[in-house]
């Protein structure tokens, strides 16, 4: 059987890929491992019927800036019925004393919780917001298109005021950066715990960048589809098989078919071939691609070695899917209780940066969950007048001592302690609220979805080595591979992991080689 394109992962960027590709009018096939698209975008009844639970990705960080959908170019909001909902107040952070800092829609509302710890941190907010988006369109890094190679970005940010300081930006920590801007101990957390959302201790050189995406709250905001996660890409299905393409679930890709230096296809583990006329789309992690599929006589000479020495995070997490009886009920009260998402941090940067120290030797600990309510403002996740929870912590993926296989001994324990941490902040999260759960340690992360390696949710790290362009690798990070007619999208690539819709600009360099004119491809 062949197919124009034959794209590997039914996750939200192989589904992208083949969506735009099908509305173009060519013949795509996904072939996904799971019996379910979705990839880490899925959702799916894990504790109780009618509770509609995200293993893995349940915020859709940026995708509201997507031109898929503000633009609406695949028809997913028009035709399909996709909604996303943005919460206010989107986050409230909440300290031992349940004090708490609340982030809204509203800037001079911020401002607001914020002057309750610093009236000059909540001064300076204004100009951190109004800057942060200067900075980075001063960057002028694609997030949605292609971006520039590497070198010629730096190139590019030389040539300005502001673009140097976006190469300092990326140069430096948010752990410094958030003491030049702000005073107090609860706004510097607050910024370090959101740019630590990357998967990276936000002590480490190169993770400032990620300081400054935290004023999306103000602009697009922080957004959810209606029913989950998972409806963003069964609606990416829909369109997908509406426009003739074929969807292939549990079919595991054994290999891909090289000849000639050319991708002619893929091989599936039973055996199968499916030929692609045109390309093949990988949504795979970088070393399952280079190091399992390819064979290393198609590949340039080392090239697997710098492969197998791509670094991944150094920490993983956990995650658990509770069916709650009645939303938390917080002892920092007001619109805490309204929050979408709610962390709980120790109240001092000391103590917050030790915690990802532990990850580093493999230590695990339980001090700052996260609890997303999703159905604060989507009731359609759960029966009427019940919720769901999203109870979601970091974690090391190698114990030590015992390495990852651990995890199954102590995986209950460890969640039964975060769970302990939010019932210390709460007035109602005790047993009784819960009627059902399901646990998910890092080692189970990668048991769910193969692409995360080690229990990487970003697939690969954020290190600098492995940041925009050099993303998976220095000269390969414009979705192209050494192997013709064989192309990247996904986590391992940039932007990087995280719903944003990243597929979107690998379309575009497939069709400019394809000579495919991509506007009118998709009606402009």
Same mark, same amino acid.
């Given at each position: 059987m062949? +197919?124009?394109?034959?794209?590997?992962?039914?996750? +939200?960027?192989?589904?992208?890929?083949?969506?735009?590709?099908?509305?173009?009018?060519?013949?795509?096939?996904?072939?996904?491992?799971?019996?379910?698209?979705?990839?880490?975008a899925?959702?799916?009844?894990?504790?109780?019927?009618?509770?509609?639970?995200?293993?893995?990705?349940?915020?859709?960080?940026?995708?509201?800036?997507?031109?898929?959908?503000?633009? *609406?170019?695949?028809?997913?909001?028009?035709?399909?019925?996709?909604?996303?909902?943005?919460?206010?107040?989107?986050?409230?952070?909440?300290?031992? *004393?349940?004090s708490?800092?609340?982030f809204?829609?509203?800037?001079?509302?911020?401002?607001?919780?914020?002057?309750?710890?610093?009236?000059?941190?909540?001064?300076?907010?204004?100009?951190?917001v109004?800057?942060?988006?200067?900075?980075?369109?001063?960057?002028? /890094?694609?997030?949605?298109?292609?971006?520039?190679?590497?070198?010629?970005?730096?190139?590019?940010?030389?040539?300005?005021?502001?673009?140097?300081?976006?190469?300092?930006?990326?140069?430096?920590?948010?752990?410094?950066?958030?003491?030049e801007?702000?005073?107090?101990?609860?706004?510097?957390?607050?910024?370090?715990?959101?740019?630590?959302? /990357?998967?990276?201790?936000?002590?480490?050189?190169?993770t400032?960048?990620?300081?400054?995406?935290?004023?999306?709250? +103000?602009s697009?905001?922080?957004?959810?589809?209606?029913?989950?996660?998972?409806?963003?890409?069964?609606?990416?299905?829909a369109?997908?098989?509406?426009?003739?393409?074929?969807?292939?679930?549990?079919?595991?890709?054994?290999? /891909?078919?090289?000849?000639?230096?050319?991708?002619?296809?893929?091989?599936?583990?039973?055996?199968?071939?499916?030929?692609?006329?045109?390309?093949v789309?990988?949504?795979?992690? /970088?070393?399952?691609l280079?190091?399992?599929?390819?064979?290393?006589?198609?590949?340039?000479?080392?090239?697997?070695?710098?492969?197998?020495?791509?670094?991944?995070?150094?920490?993983?997490?956990?995650?658990?899917?509770?069916?709650?009886?009645?939303?938390?009920?917080?002892?920092?009260?007001?619109?805490?209780?309204?929050?979408?998402?709610?962390?709980?941090?120790?109240?001092?940067?000391?103590?917050?940066?030790?915690?990802?120290?532990?990850?580093?030797?493999?230590?695990?600990?339980?001090?700052?969950?996260?609890?997303?309510?999703a159905?604060?403002? *989507?009731?359609?996740?759960?029966?009427?007048?019940?919720?769901?929870?999203?109870?979601?912590?970091?974690?090391?993926?190698?114990?030590?001592?015992?390495?990852?296989?651990?995890?199954?001994?102590?995986?209950?324990?460890?969640?039964d302690?975060?769970?302990?941490?939010?019932?210390?902040?709460?007035?109602?999260?005790?047993?009784?609220?819960?009627?059902?759960?399901?646990?998910m340690?890092?080692?189970?992360?990668?048991?769910?979805?193969?692409?995360?390696i080690?229990?990487?949710?970003?697939?690969?790290?954020?290190?600098?080595?492995?940041?925009?362009?050099?993303?998976?690798?220095?000269?390969?990070?414009?979705?192209?591979?050494?192997?013709?007619?064989?192309?990247?999208?996904?986590?391992?690539?940039?932007?990087?992991?995280?719903?944003?819709?990243?597929?979107?600009?690998?379309?575009?360099?497939?069709?400019?080689?394809?000579?495919?004119?991509?506007?009118?491809?998709?009606?402009?």
């Amino acid at each position: 059987m062949a +197919h124009d394109i034959v794209v590997i992962g039914g996750g +939200h960027n192989g589904l992208i890929v083949a969506a735009y590709f099908a509305k173009a009018g060519l013949d795509v096939c996904v072939v996904e491992r799971s019996d379910k698209v979705g990839g880490s975008a899925a959702s799916r009844e894990l504790t109780l019927p009618g509770f509609i639970h995200d293993p893995g990705a349940t915020v859709h960080m940026t995708m509201q800036a997507n031109p898929m959908i503000h633009r *609406d170019e695949l028809g997913l909001v028009s035709r399909y019925g996709l909604k996303y909902i943005v919460p206010d107040p989107q986050l409230a952070i909440v300290f031992p *004393d349940d004090s708490a800092l609340v982030f809204y829609r509203d800037v001079d509302k911020t401002c607001e919780s914020i002057a309750q710890f610093s009236r000059r941190d909540a001064e300076m907010y204004p100009q951190f917001v109004k800057g942060a988006g200067q900075l980075l369109k001063a960057g002028g /890094v694609a997030t949605f298109s292609p971006a520039a190679p590497f070198g010629r970005l730096v190139s590019m940010m030389d040539q300005s005021e502001m673009g140097r300081e976006y190469l300092r930006v990326i140069l430096s920590s948010t752990t410094d950066l958030a003491a030049e801007w702000f005073e107090s101990e609860q706004m510097r957390i607050a910024l370090n715990r959101w740019a630590s959302e /990357v998967m990276f201790a936000p002590q480490e050189i190169g993770t400032g960048y990620y300081m400054f995406g935290l004023p999306h709250f +103000h602009s697009w905001g922080v957004a959810w589809p209606e029913g989950g996660s998972g409806a963003l890409t069964d609606k990416l299905a829909a369109c997908i098989k509406d426009n003739g393409g074929t969807i292939r679930v549990s079919s595991p890709v054994k290999a /891909v078919k090289v000849e000639d230096g050319e991708a002619k296809g893929v091989v599936l583990e039973d055996g199968e071939e499916i030929l692609a006329r045109k390309a093949v789309v990988s949504n795979a992690n /970088v070393k399952q691609l280079f190091l399992d599929f390819v064979a290393p006589e198609h590949l340039p000479e080392g090239f697997q070695d710098k492969v197998r020495r791509i670094k991944h995070s150094p920490f993983s997490a956990m995650n658990q899917s509770l069916a709650l009886k009645e939303s938390p009920k917080y002892k920092a009260g007001g619109d805490v209780d309204k929050a979408a998402m709610v962390e709980i941090t120790p109240g001092t940067m000391d103590e917050f940066l030790a915690l990802f120290d532990q990850y580093r030797y493999g230590i695990p600990n339980t001090a700052m969950p996260l609890l997303v309510v999703a159905t604060q403002c *989507d009731p359609s996740r759960a029966p009427a007048g019940n919720h769901t929870g999203y109870l979601y912590h970091y974690e090391p993926y190698n114990l030590k001592p015992g390495g990852a296989a651990r995890w199954d001994e102590i995986k209950q324990e460890v969640a039964d302690s975060i769970l302990e941490t939010v019932q210390r902040h709460t007035t109602n999260m005790g047993l009784d609220n819960i009627l059902g759960r399901y646990i998910m340690s890092p080692l189970d992360l990668e048991r769910y979805n193969t692409a995360m390696i080690q229990g990487d949710v970003m697939q690969i790290g954020v290190y600098l080595s492995q940041f925009l362009t050099n993303r998976p690798l220095p000269g390969w990070g414009q979705y192209r591979t050494p192997v013709k007619k064989l192309y990247m999208c996904g986590a391992s690539t940039h932007p990087g992991g995280g719903v944003s819709g990243g597929g979107r600009a690998v379309v575009q360099v497939m069709m400019e080689d394809m000579d495919i004119d991509f506007k009118k491809a998709i009606g402009r």
